[in-house]
């Protein structure tokens, strides 16, 4: 807030001045002229009694003569107090002139002010006191008032306005014997912007010359009783103006008054003071306008305290207050509350109203409603912090320069990053600018610069760095206009530009090693447009694989569809839309040469995107000659069906010529008598037959080097369920196997494990019993990494049976295949018998 005690001579001071000594005055001048009515009456009376009875009778001239001395006592009182007035005359000053002009009074408070004096004026002419630059002006105006004519001007003196009253002086017979100066100081007026309507005329107080004779004093006094009348009449109609002007102002006008008057000096107990100020402190006049500012009526208005406004800040509610009767009149602005709880901001003017023992009665405000203003602030200083922030924080520099003088208003932190140099010298030195550009571009840059003042301009430019870095810069000027559409400054963004710059100088570097490199591979590297109607670009490779010339296809990019085979077209019209979506494609077709000759292309093509909208605007693709590779291709793939119906014949073979060898074991052992080894021609024939059925897997299945491994151990289980006579016997198979595909150098020792450990189970487990149970896991257990557990819950192993060294075949062949297939084997028969072996897939050549 902004808070001036000595700031005087406000038009509203004027009024609540003028308001508070013109009530007392007009009270004296209406028992004055009652009087001098009264005594004017008895002295007429008196004179006509004298004309008529002549000088004989001397009791009535001595009354007279005691009369006419009360008169003039009277008309001197009367003087006296004109002059009072006219020596308190506010900010301004009045002069009575004769017909020779020269001053015959001269009072008011506004000489000093306008540093003249009463001794300096009183008695001088017009010519003797007045600078000769005014003689012609004044003259005219006192000659027109001699004249009969009233004017009323307004000119200049020193720094100081004024307006002047120049108006004729009657006497009682309306004979003009003098003129009348008032001069009033309206500089403040003029300049205050808060002063909606001015007062409409100011308080004139004439005065007339003091005769020197008794008939001039009573014909003067005749006057002076007449303008009495006027000036009472005057006030009067001052007053309605004023309260008019009270009533119709768009600022709020109030007054607060005490119930008792407070007495402010230092033997005060001022906190007691304020105490009684805030309670007691009550409004007793207030006009619409300050009313409205707090939303509320005038029931609601008159009669609150001042703790009901200052209550949401005591403290620096009588903070303020103090002020305000220290000094005795205050200008703030400060955050206030409507009736409804609604925060105002108000700016105010208060000015202490005293009694005549100088004691504080009450105060005066005019105040204003200033939160629309207090919002634009804020919304301002807003957004200069936003400026300031981006300013502050992008990598550009922003700039702002004077017109008119040449100079630097604002540089952003991002000049000394770029630059390299320091603000400050920029801103004491401005030619340091200049300097840091580069010599070739020196001149263009300054002469460009200099045009900034017209219109918007962008220029590219290098600068050199202290360290001697140069580095390329893109300057965007724009110009800013008062309201008569001048130029007056000049705001900018300079951004380093250098890596684009580089970049641009590298995009030329590849555009012609591109260009370089599609004129000589033997590709053909094509760009068109969105809506595939413009080639773009068609490298020489074209004509080399589809024999047609580029030209041909410059002139009509759609004939190329017309050389594509029939049942390949499709494909195109498929991948056109994929490609405009954002998607590359690749796309193997069959082309027709113009000499009958039919070729395969491989054509690969991936959208461009438009860097501003992001849209595919252009569509660049390659295309292959694979004539070649799809003739080999169509040889190889030929050669695989050959060596895949072999290779499953193979396997059929393999498969047959197994189950031979295990019929001629079977036919063998027919011929045996002798159980053991009646009982290795069976276990030969399991095995031979755990190996067969891979073969037969692999004959049957459309994968040749892959065997299902479930289903594998499914067949192989109810084969050795089959051998082993389980039918009659309760024992039972428990199958968990992965979904695993094992090459048959792996499955192979699986399936020679799960036949053994299995064929031991169904024989020596359930020898007391007939039932039981097989568990059977197969699983991976991690990237090619696998476990097998086969579990049975039969009679384990016999007492004293070494597992760890037991050398029956059964074991000796587990443990071999295992070591074959690189794994561990843990044997637990603790509650039964348990064979839990982990391994790797084994890896081997890649068959076809």
């Given at each position: 807030m902004?808070?001036?005690?000595?700031?005087?001579?406000?038009?509203?001071?004027t009024?609540?001045?003028?308001?508070?000594?013109?009530?007392?005055?007009?009270?004296?001048?209406?028992?004055?002229?009652q009087?001098?009515?009264?005594?004017?009456?008895?002295?007429?009376?008196?004179?006509?009694?004298?004309?008529?009875?002549?000088?004989?009778?001397?009791?009535?001239?001595?009354?007279?003569?005691?009369?006419?001395?009360?008169?003039?006592?009277?008309?001197?009182?009367?003087?006296?107090?004109?002059?009072?007035?006219?020596?308190h005359?506010?900010?301004?000053?009045?002069?009575?002139?004769?017909?020779?002009?020269?001053?015959?009074?001269?009072?008011?408070?506004?000489?000093?002010?306008?540093?003249?004096?009463?001794?300096?004026?009183?008695?001088?002419?017009?010519?003797?006191?007045?600078p000769?630059?005014?003689?012609?002006?004044?003259?005219?105006?006192?000659?027109?008032?001699?004249?009969?004519?009233?004017?009323?001007?307004?000119?200049?003196?020193?720094?100081?306005?004024?307006?002047?009253?120049?108006?004729?002086?009657?006497?009682?017979?309306?004979?003009?014997?003098?003129?009348?100066?008032?001069?009033?100081?309206?500089?403040?007026?003029?300049?205050?912007?808060?002063?909606?309507?001015?007062?409409?005329?100011?308080?004139?107080?004439?005065?007339?010359?003091r005769?020197?004779?008794?008939?001039?004093?009573?014909?003067?006094?005749?006057?002076?009783?007449?303008?009495?009348?006027?000036?009472?009449?005057?006030?009067?109609?001052?007053?309605?103006q004023?309260?008019?002007?009270?009533?119709?102002?768009?600022?709020?006008?109030?007054?607060?008054?005490?119930?008792?008057?407070?007495?402010?000096?230092?033997?005060?107990?001022?906190?007691?003071?304020?105490?009684?100020?805030?309670?007691?402190?009550?409004?007793?006049?207030?006009?619409?306008?300050l009313?409205?500012?707090?939303?509320?009526?005038?029931?609601?208005?008159?009669?609150?305290?001042?703790?009901?406004?200052?209550?949401?800040?005591?403290?620096?509610?009588?903070?303020?207050?103090?002020?305000?009767?220290?000094?005795?009149?205050?200008?703030?602005?400060?955050?206030?509350?409507?009736?409804?709880?609604?925060?105002?901001?108000?700016?105010?003017?208060?000015i202490?109203?005293?009694?005549?023992?100088?004691?504080?009665?009450?105060?005066?405000?005019?105040?204003?409603?200033?939160?629309?203003?207090?919002?634009?602030?804020?919304?301002?200083?807003?957004?200069?912090?936003?400026?300031?922030?981006?300013?502050?924080?992008?990598?550009?520099?922003?700039?702002?320069?004077?017109?008119?003088?040449?100079?630097?208003?604002?540089?952003?932190?991002?000049?000394?990053?770029?630059?390299?140099?320091?603000?400050?010298?920029?801103?004491?030195?401005?030619?340091?600018?200049?300097?840091?550009?580069?010599?070739?571009?020196?001149?263009?840059?300054?002469?460009?610069?200099?045009?900034?003042?017209?219109?918007?301009?962008?220029?590219?430019?290098?600068?050199?760095?202290?360290?001697?870095?140069?580095?390329?810069?893109?300057?965007?000027?724009?110009?800013?206009?008062?309201?008569?559409?001048?130029?007056?400054?000049?705001v900018?963004?300079?951004?380093?530009?250098?890596?684009?710059?580089?970049?641009?100088?590298?995009?030329?570097?590849?555009?012609?090693?591109?260009?370089?490199?599609?004129?000589?591979?033997?590709?053909?590297?094509?760009?068109?447009?969105?809506?595939f109607?413009?080639?773009?670009?068609?490298?020489?490779?074209?004509?080399?694989?589809?024999?047609?010339?580029?030209?041909?296809?410059?002139?009509?990019?759609?004939?190329?569809?017309?050389?594509?085979?029939?049942?390949?077209?499709?494909?195109?019209?498929?991948?056109?839309?994929?490609?405009?979506?954002?998607?590359?494609?690749?796309?193997?077709?069959r082309?027709?040469?113009?000499?009958?000759?039919?070729?395969?292309?491989?054509?690969?093509?991936?959208?461009?995107?438009?860097?501003?909208?992001?849209?595919?605007?252009?569509?660049?693709?390659i295309?292959?000659?694979?004539?070649?590779?799809?003739?080999?291709?169509?040889?190889?793939?030929?050669?695989?069906?050959e060596?895949?119906?072999?290779?499953?014949?193979?396997?059929?073979?393999?498969?047959?010529?197994?189950?031979?060898?295990?019929?001629?074991?079977?036919?063998q052992?027919?011929?045996?008598?002798?159980?053991?080894?009646?009982?290795?021609?069976?276990?030969?024939?399991t095995?031979?037959?755990?190996?067969?059925?891979?073969?037969?897997?692999?004959?049957?299945?459309?994968?040749?080097?892959?065997?299902?491994?479930?289903?594998?151990?499914?067949?192989?289980?109810?084969?050795?369920?089959?051998?082993?006579?389980?039918?009659?016997?309760?024992?039972?198979?428990?199958l968990?196997?992965?979904?695993?595909?094992?090459n048959?150098?792996?499955?192979?020792?699986?399936?020679?494990?799960?036949?053994?450990?299995?064929?031991?189970?169904?024989k020596?487990?359930?020898?007391?019993?007939?039932?039981?149970?097989?568990?059977?896991?197969?699983?991976?257990?991690?990237?090619?990494?696998?476990?097998?557990?086969?579990?049975?819950?039969?009679?384990?192993?016999?007492?004293?049976?070494?597992?760890?060294?037991?050398?029956?075949?059964?074991?000796?062949?587990?443990?071999?295949?295992?070591?074959?297939?690189?794994?561990?084997?843990?044997?637990?028969?603790?509650?039964?018998?348990?064979?839990?072996?982990?391994?790797?897939?084994?890896?081997?050549?890649?068959?076809?």
């Open positions: 902004c808070i001036d005690p000595t700031e005087i001579d406000r038009p509203l001071e009024c609540e001045a003028l308001v508070a000594e013109q009530r007392v005055k007009i009270l004296q001048l209406e028992e004055n002229l009087q001098q009515k009264e005594l004017c009456q008895k002295l007429e009376a008196q004179l006509k009694a004298v004309e008529n009875a002549g000088s004989s009778a001397s009791g009535t001239e001595f009354e007279l003569a005691g009369d006419r001395i009360q008169l003039i006592a009277s008309l001197e009182k009367s003087q006296e107090m004109y002059r009072t007035l006219i020596k005359y506010p900010n301004g000053w009045v002069f009575l002139f004769d017909r020779d002009l020269r001053y015959t009074l001269v009072d008011g408070q506004g000489l000093a002010v306008a540093g003249l004096s009463k001794k300096q004026l009183e008695g001088k002419t017009l010519w003797e006191v007045t000769p630059e005014y003689w012609q002006l004044f003259e005219t105006k006192y000659r027109a008032a001699l004249a009969g004519s009233e004017n009323i001007s307004e000119y200049k003196y020193g720094d100081r306005i004024y307006s002047t009253t120049v108006s004729p002086v009657k006497n009682d017979r309306e004979e003009i014997f003098a003129g009348l100066v008032v001069t009033q100081d309206i500089t403040e007026k003029k300049q205050a912007e808060i002063a909606r309507e001015e007062i409409k005329n100011q308080l004139k107080i004439k005065y007339q010359k005769t020197e004779d008794l008939k001039i004093a009573n014909q003067q006094l005749r006057e002076e009783i007449i303008d009495r009348w006027r000036v009472e009449e005057f006030l009067r109609e001052s007053q309605q004023l309260e008019l002007f009270f009533s119709q102002s768009l600022d709020g006008f109030f007054f607060m008054m005490l119930d008792e008057p407070v007495q402010w000096d230092e033997t005060a107990d001022k906190e007691k003071v304020l105490d009684y100020v805030f309670a007691k402190g009550r409004v007793t006049k207030a006009n619409d306008a009313i409205a500012q707090y939303g509320g009526t005038r029931d609601e208005f008159i009669g609150r305290t001042l703790y009901s406004f200052l209550s949401h800040n005591l403290t620096g509610g009588r903070e303020i207050i103090g002020q305000l009767f220290d000094s005795g009149r205050i200008h703030i602005e400060c955050d206030n509350r409507k009736f409804d709880g609604e925060l105002i901001w108000v700016e105010g003017d208060y202490c109203i005293y009694d005549s023992q100088g004691r504080i009665v009450g105060h005066f405000g005019v105040q204003r409603d200033i939160s629309d203003r207090k919002k634009a602030e804020a919304a301002l200083k807003e957004s200069e912090e936003r400026f300031r922030q981006l300013a502050e924080n992008i990598e550009s520099v922003f700039w702002m320069v004077n017109v008119q003088p040449q100079e630097i208003v604002y540089i952003s932190p991002g000049y000394e990053k770029i630059w390299g140099r320091s603000c400050a010298d920029l801103y004491a030195y401005g030619h340091f600018f200049a300097e840091s550009l580069h010599p070739e571009d020196r001149s263009r840059v300054m002469a460009t610069f200099a045009k900034k003042t017209v219109s918007e301009d962008e220029i590219e430019y290098r600068i050199v760095r202290p360290d001697g870095e140069i580095r390329w810069i893109r300057d965007r000027a724009f110009p800013i206009r008062n309201q008569a559409g001048q130029v007056y400054r000049v900018g963004i300079a951004e380093d530009i250098s890596a684009r710059k580089q970049a641009e100088k590298d995009i030329r570097e590849n555009e012609e090693r591109f260009r370089q490199l599609a004129e000589n591979i033997q590709d053909s590297f094509w760009l068109v447009s969105a809506d109607t413009d080639l773009l670009y068609l490298s020489p490779a074209y004509e080399q694989i589809w024999g047609r010339s580029p030209e041909e296809l410059y002139a009509a990019p759609l004939t190329w569809m017309e050389w594509v085979h029939p049942e390949d077209k499709h494909l195109l019209e498929e991948g056109i839309p994929r490609v405009l979506a954002g998607e590359s494609t690749s796309t193997e077709y082309i027709f040469r113009p000499d009958g000759t039919m070729r395969w292309v491989c054509d690969r093509a991936f959208p461009i995107y438009d860097d501003e909208s992001g849209q595919v605007y252009r569509i660049a693709g295309c292959e000659d694979i004539s070649d590779r799809k003739f080999t291709e169509a040889r190889i793939q030929a050669a695989l069906r060596k895949e119906v072999l290779l499953k014949e193979i396997h059929h073979r393999v498969k047959n010529n197994m189950q031979v060898v295990s019929s001629l074991l079977q036919l052992a027919q011929y045996i008598e002798d159980e053991p080894t009646l009982a290795l021609f069976e276990e030969s024939q095995r031979i037959h755990s190996m067969a059925l891979i073969h037969e897997q692999l004959y049957q299945s459309e994968n040749l080097d892959r065997i299902d491994l479930p289903l594998y151990v499914e067949n192989l289980v109810a084969n050795l369920y089959q051998s082993f006579g389980c039918g009659s016997t309760s024992i039972q198979f428990n968990n196997v992965d979904a695993i595909y094992l048959i150098e792996t499955a192979i020792p699986c399936g020679l494990i799960i036949n053994e450990l299995v064929s031991n189970s169904l020596y487990a359930f020898c007391q019993s007939l039932s039981g149970e097989i568990n059977i896991n197969f699983n991976e257990i991690g990237f090619q990494q696998f476990q097998l557990i086969i579990q049975d819950n039969g009679s384990g192993f016999p007492a004293g049976f070494d597992v760890e060294n037991a050398e029956t075949l059964g074991l000796r062949l587990v443990r071999m295949l295992t070591h074959q297939l690189d794994g561990t084997l843990v044997i637990d028969s603790q509650c039964g018998t348990c064979y839990d072996i982990t391994f790797l897939e084994l890896n081997y050549r890649r068959r076809i």
